[in-house]
C-alpha cells in the first residue's frame, strides 16, 4: 500500500467482516478506535521493551513512574502492558481480556482519550460475533507507523474515513468536516498582514478553535507559522463537544510532539455552556461552527451569560434558537486578545444564515450591528458551492480583527471567489470542486491589495445601517350590503354551520338547528332591511304596495317582507338572490 486511497481501502474494508454484526451507522465504533489503536501501537512499538525495562525496575520505589516512562517511551504517554498487536493475536483464546488489559495498560492521559470511544461494548460484541481475531488480524497488517504514514498523511486518512461514517449516516450538513484547501485558505487570510511579525525572534503565537473537531485547523495553522518561521513557539489549544473527534484530535496530537502540550490543551465538552478556557486569550482564533444546528441544549447556560452584557461573552444577545454560528462567533470575539497587548485576528466560515438572516432589530441583526459599529469586521469571502463533503451550499469566510490597518478601518472588504475552483477528478460525497493551491494564493493577493476591481468591492461600515419604522394610518374597511355580498354570506361554511347540529339527541339536535335557522334569518333580514330603501327608491315603488296572491293568504293582505321585485324572492322562510 504505497498511497493515501489503498489504506483507506483497506481499512474501510473491515467492514465486510462486520456487516453482519454491526449496522452501518455502527461501522465507525470498530473501525475508528482500531485505526487509533493500531497506530499508537506503532508509534510506541520501537521503545515498548525499555517502558517495560523502567517500569520493572522502578516499580515501588517511586511513587510517579510516569516522567521516567514518558521519557523512555519518547512520547507524553506510555503503555506499561506486555502486550502489543503482534502479542494479542498469538493467545487467541484469551484475546478480549488480554486486549481490555493493553488498553488499560495506557497511561491516564491516554486512556482517557480512548475511553470516548466506548470501545468496551465494541470489544464484547466482537467476542460474542466471534469477529475479535479477524479484525484485529486486519488492523495488525498494516502499518500505521509515522516513519510509514506521515502525520500529514494520517490526519487526511482519519479526515477520510469520518467523511465516509457521516455519509453512512446520513449526517445534517451541519455536521462535516473542513476541506484542508477551505482551511488553507482561512489560514493564509488569517496571517497574511502579519508575515513580517511572525518572522522576529524569538516569537510565541496562539492559535484557537472553540469547534477542533480532528484538529486539522490547528494543525494547518500551526505547519503555516513554522513554514514562516521554524524557530517560532506555536501553542494550541481547542474544544471539542462530539467524543469520537475529541479522541482523534487529543490522540493525533499526543503523536506529534514529546511533550504532549498541545494534545493537553484540548478540552472536551459544549464550548457554548462550558467554556474549558474561560481564564484565556488567544492570538488568532479559526473555526467552522455547526450550520444551522440548535442550541437548545445550551439555552439555559447562554441566556443566563447573556443577562451579563458584555461583561459576558453573548452581550450583543443570542440569534434564533435554530442556528448557533453567530454565537460561536461572538464567543471567539469575546476571546481576543486586547489591541493593546497586540490584538488577535479571527476567521470563521458559515453559510448565508449570518449574513441574511433577521430582520433589524432581530437577535441576528442586532449582532451583526454590534460587529460592525465595533469596526472588527474586516472582510467576507463567498467560496465556491460544492466545497464540502456533506453539503453543496454556499459558505462564507468572515475575517474580523481589532487591529486594523489604518486603510482598513471604517471599510468592510467583499471578495467574490465563487469562480475561483476546479472539478475534481471524483467525487467525494458533495464535494465535487476545490480551491488549487494557485487561486488560494490568487484570493489571498485580492484580500492584500485591498483595491476594488472584478472580484473585489469595498464599502463603509455604515452602508450596511438602517433602522425598521413602522408607519401607523387608521384602518379602511369598506361597509356595504349589496345583492351579491348577502348571496356570498349563504355561500360561507361559517353561516351554514348555523344551521346545523352536532348533538346526538334527536330533539336537542333539532331544537339547535331551529335555533340556527332563526339567526340566519334575522341576520338575513336585518341585511335585506339595510338595502331596501336604496332599491325602493331605485325603482320609485310606491311605500304601501300590496303583494301578488300567495296561497293560503287574502290578495289585500299586506306582507311587511315581500317585495316583489327584481333581485329578492322569498322562498321557504329564507331570503335568496335571483336573478
Not at 470542486?433 to 489571498?444: K, P
Not at 301578488?548 to 322562498?571: D, F, V
Request: some cysteine; hydrophobic content about 35%; overall charge neutral.
Amino acid at each position: 500500500m504505497n498511497n493515501f486511497s489503498e489504506k483507506v481501502s483497506f481499512i474501510w474494508s473491515v467492514a465486510d467482516l462486520v456487516r453482519d454484526t454491526f449496522k452501518r451507522s455502527k461501522y465507525q465504533d470498530v473501525i475508528l478506535p482500531l485505526t487509533v489503536l493500531r497506530r499508537i501501537d506503532c508509534v510506541l512499538q520501537p521503545t515498548k521493551e525499555q517502558v517495560l525495562e523502567v517500569n520493572a525496575k522502578l516499580k515501588g520505589k517511586l511513587e510517579n513512574l510516569a516522567p521516567q516512562l514518558c521519557k523512555a517511551s519518547g512520547y507524553a504517554f506510555y503503555n506499561t502492558s506486555l502486550y502489543d498487536f503482534e502479542r494479542l493475536l498469538s493467545d487467541a483464546p484469551h484475546l478480549a481480556a488480554n486486549l481490555r488489559a493493553y488498553i488499560n495498560g495506557f497511561s491516564d492521559n491516554m486512556r482517557e482519550v480512548l475511553e470516548k470511544f466506548d470501545f468496551n461494548n465494541t470489544i464484547t460484541k466482537l467476542e460474542e460475533a466471534e469477529l475479535l481475531f479477524l479484525v484485529l488480524e486486519k488492523f495488525k497488517n498494516i502499518d500505521l507507523h509515522p516513519d510509514v504514514v506521515p502525520n500529514l498523511e494520517m490526519g487526511y486518512i482519519f479526515e477520510e474515513l469520518i467523511r465516509k461514517f457521516n455519509e453512512a449516516l446520513n449526517e445534517n450538513p451541519g455536521e462535516h468536516f473542513t476541506p484542508r484547501e477551505v482551511i488553507r485558505l482561512m489560514v493564509n487570510l488569517l496571517l497574511a498582514q502579519d508575515q513580517q511579525a511572525l518572522k522576529r525572534n524569538h516569537i510565541v503565537r496562539t492559535v484557537y478553535d472553540p469547534c477542533c473537531g480532528s484538529g486539522g485547523m490547528l494543525t494547518i495553522a500551526k505547519e503555516r507559522m513554522l513554514e514562516i518561521n521554524s524557530m517560532a513557539e506555536v501553542h494550541l489549544f481547542g474544544q471539542e463537544l462530539n467524543g469520537e473527534t475529541f479522541a482523534l484530535c487529543k490522540s493525533d496530537l499526543y503523536m506529534k510532539s514529546a511533550d504532549g502540550r498541545d494534545a493537553e490543551n484540548i478540552k472536551f465538552g459544549s464550548t457554548l455552556s462550558k467554556d474549558q478556557h474561560a481564564d484565556k486569550h488567544f492570538d488568532y482564533l479559526l473555526t467552522n461552527p455547526p450550520y444551522g444546528k440548535e442550541w437548545k441544549m445550551d439555552q439555559a447556560a447562554v441566556e443566563k451569560e447573556a443577562e451579563r452584557g458584555y461583561a459576558g461573552r453573548f452581550g450583543a444577545g443570542p440569534p434564533r434558537i435554530s442556528d448557533g454560528q453567530l454565537l460561536f462567533l461572538q464567543h471567539m470575539l469575546a476571546r481576543m486578545q486586547d489591541p493593546d497587548t497586540g490584538g488577535s485576528r479571527v476567521a470563521i466560515v458559515m453559510n448565508g444564515s449570518p449574513l441574511f438572516t433577521g430582520d433589524a432589530g432581530s437577535g441576528e441583526s442586532e449582532i451583526r450591528r454590534w460587529i460592525l459599529e465595533n469596526d472588527w469586521l474586516e472582510a467576507i469571502v463567498a467560496l465556491p458551492e460544492q466545497l464540502f463533503y456533506n453539503t453543496g451550499i454556499a459558505t462564507y469566510v468572515w475575517v474580523l480583527t481589532n487591529r486594523k490597518e489604518q486603510r482598513r478601518r471604517g471599510k468592510v472588504q467583499f471578495i467574490n471567489a465563487t469562480d475561483f475552483w476546479v472539478q475534481m477528478r471524483k467525487s467525494l460525497g458533495n464535494k465535487r470542486r476545490e480551491i488549487s493551491r494557485d487561486q488560494i494564493g490568487q484570493i489571498t493577493e485580492i484580500y492584500l491589495t485591498f483595491k476594488e476591481g472584478e472580484h473585489c468591492k469595498i464599502f463603509d461600515t455604515t452602508d450596511f445601517g438602517y433602522r425598521k419604522i413602522t408607519v401607523e394610518r387608521p384602518l379602511q374597511l369598506n361597509f356595504q350590503t349589496s345583492p351579491e355580498r348577502i348571496a356570498r354570506l349563504q355561500e360561507q361554511k361559517a353561516f351554514q354551520d348555523l344551521a346545523i347540529s352536532k348533538k346526538k339527541n334527536p330533539q336537542e339536535k333539532a331544537a339547535e338547528e331551529t335555533e340556527g335557522r332563526n339567526q340566519q334569518e334575522t341576520m338575513l333580514s336585518a341585511a335585506i332591511r339595510t338595502i331596501i330603501p336604496s332599491l325602493i327608491q331605485s325603482y320609485a315603488i310606491p311605500k304601501t304596495y300590496r303583494s301578488a296572491k300567495t296561497p293560503g293568504r287574502s290578495s289585500s293582505a299586506k306582507s311587511s317582507h315581500m317585495y316583489p321585485m327584481p333581485g329578492l324572492i322569498r322562498l321557504s322562510g329564507t331570503t335568496k338572490m335571483g336573478k
